[in-house]
């Protein structure tokens, strides 16, 4: 099988979706009273998985049946302008913006199942099979959410939830259909280390935002040394391991990269968000180390599971590595609620973690 390339139209595609996930990862910085709300998380992830998931309907549609021709790319224009109805409307304010949200995200996985049901006769049985099955999904998840046009209030939301929901969840149910029809896994590790790009894009605007301080000391000096090597060492530990330690040979459906990304992403967004909010010393310090060294885990289980599938046999975490890690962790929690540290040590154990976690797999 010739190998698949990204296309500039492809990163073109990306673009939409930086102010996409910047927007939803500032849903966090709504800090009140020393915590972000159960509101304001769950705000946050309502947003951000859409945006995770119309990026990645058209990404699996382009990896499994995608070419670089005129009707793709005119498919892929629509998807651009629905995205950007989409990122245009989103907000924590969702009645206010509901219907135009509706249309752009809508419109995107209209469009996406219509080019599954329009594959072209020339695939083999198998392809053809497998772009019925994921097209009818998608317009089965399409109808249950249309159907939140037709009430208001919480309820309308709890429809169109379900029908994402729907979506998201029916590809796992057919898998058998998909193994048959395996994705391109060099392309694919590449569109999402491509995108984990612009989530680590927002922990350097993070660091840009501590680096405009107006006043500096020591303790601001030491906060963004740690944090720029912290980011440094997340970059080196995942790039490395995308481009050095896995098989790019390995033929499956590719659904531990697709929704183990999900968790990576939303990860990174909460750790680019406790960057700014650690600095400004904005939360409770209880809550601050509940949700930093959270989302260090959070991103260190999930890049665990969704890397071990595609390792080499020879370069995987063993048990011991993983108890480990998480020892470690658990180890600077119990210190800092033991002793209550400046944030500057907070990030500077993250930093540390980042650093051996960065070396143990790379």
């Not at 949200?101 to 809508?106: L, M, Q, R, T």
């Not at 939303?266 to 680019?272: F, H, P």
Request: hydrophobic content about 55%.
């Amino acid at each position: 099988m010739m190998e698949k390339k990204v296309t500039w139209l492809e990163l073109f595609y990306d673009l939409l979706f930086v102010a996409a996930v910047s927007k939803a990862g500032h849903v966090l910085l709504h800090a009140e009273h020393g915590v972000i709300s159960f509101e304001y998380l769950m705000k946050f992830v309502l947003i951000f998985i859409p945006v995770w998931w119309a990026w990645v309907g058209q990404t699996l549609f382009i990896n499994r049946y995608g070419q670089d021709v005129l009707s793709h790319r005119i498919f892929l224009i629509l998807q651009l302008l629905s995205v950007l109805v989409m990122t245009a409307s989103l907000s924590t304010h969702f009645d206010q913006y509901y219907l135009s949200f509706f249309v752009g995200y809508i419109g995107s996985r209209a469009f996406t199942a219509i080019q599954y049901l329009t594959v072209h006769k020339s695939k083999s049985t198998h392809q053809q099979r497998a772009a019925r099955y994921l097209g009818i999904c998608f317009i089965i998840g399409i109808l249950i959410s249309s159907g939140s046009l037709f009430f208001d209030s919480w309820v309308r939301y709890v429809v169109l939830y379900a029908g994402i929901a729907v979506d998201i969840v029916l590809p796992l149910i057919g898998r058998k259909n998909l193994v048959k029809v395996p994705i391109q896994t060099h392309h694919l590790l590449e569109r999402f280390a491509l995108f984990t790009l612009i989530l680590l894009g927002e922990s350097v605007i993070s660091i840009i935002a501590v680096l405009q301080a107006d006043h500096w000391d020591l303790r601001s000096i030491l906060f963004a040394a740690f944090t720029s090597i912290f980011v440094i060492a997340m970059w080196w530990q995942y790039f490395d391991n995308v481009e050095k330690k896995v098989s790019k040979e390995i033929q499956t459906a590719g659904q531990a990269i697709i929704y183990g990304h999900l968790f990576i992403y939303i990860s990174m967004s909460m750790i680019a968000a406790s960057i700014q909010l650690l600095y400004l010393n904005e939360l409770n310090y209880v809550f601050m180390l509940g949700f930093g060294f959270g989302s260090v885990l959070l991103y260190f289980l999930s890049t665990s599971l969704v890397f071990h599938r595609y390792r080499h046999a020879h370069l995987r975490l063993r048990p011991v590595h993983l108890v480990t890690m998480v020892g470690v962790l658990a180890a600077f929690v119990i210190v800092d609620l033991i002793y209550q540290v400046p944030n500057y040590v907070i990030v500077g154990e993250d930093m540390l973690f980042f650093l051996l976690y960065a070396k143990l797999t790379t």
